[in-house]
């Protein structure tokens, strides 16, 4: 006796749109490691959670999921879904940091040339 019907067919899932990769999945991951950077810069660390897992844990579930019943294909169509994830959240992340640094850097200029002009 399984787990699962014997009829189950993980195709067709209301989750099997997490075997491709596609321009959605780029833009939410994207957007999830911006604003988990910034919560994390801000201090607002339970946001930081949230991000990320919106991203990773649908996609490791249906990874877990797919590979429990047997379906290797979309296995591996999770894993690009995952690996495509964590990566575009680790750039989005990256980029933030370096345009905050960036941004605070000209700004301590800017103050440090005003302070000196007025002085």
């Keep these: 006796m399984g787990v699962l019907p014997s009829d189950f ?10 075997t491709t990769v596609n321009d959605a999945t780029i833009g939410v991951a994207l957007a ?19 991000a990320i897992s919106i991203t990773t844990i649908p996609a490791a579930a249906y990874l877990g999921v797919a590979a429990g019943v047997g379906e290797a294909g979309n296995s ?5 879904v995952l690996g495509a994830n964590v990566a575009m959240l ?7 940091l370096v345009l905050q640094r960036r941004f605070a850097a000209s700004e301590r200029t800017a103050r440090f040339d005003s302070f000196i002009r007025s002085g």
């Design 32 to 50: 999830a490691g911006v604003a988990g950077m910034l919560a994390l810069e801000t201090r607002a660390s339970s946001a930081v959670g949230v």
């Design 76 to 80: 591996l169509g999770a894993l690009a």
């Design 90 to 96: 680790v750039l989005a992340g990256t980029l933030t």
């Design 9 to 18: 067919d993980i195709a067709e899932s209301a989750l099997s749109g997490l």
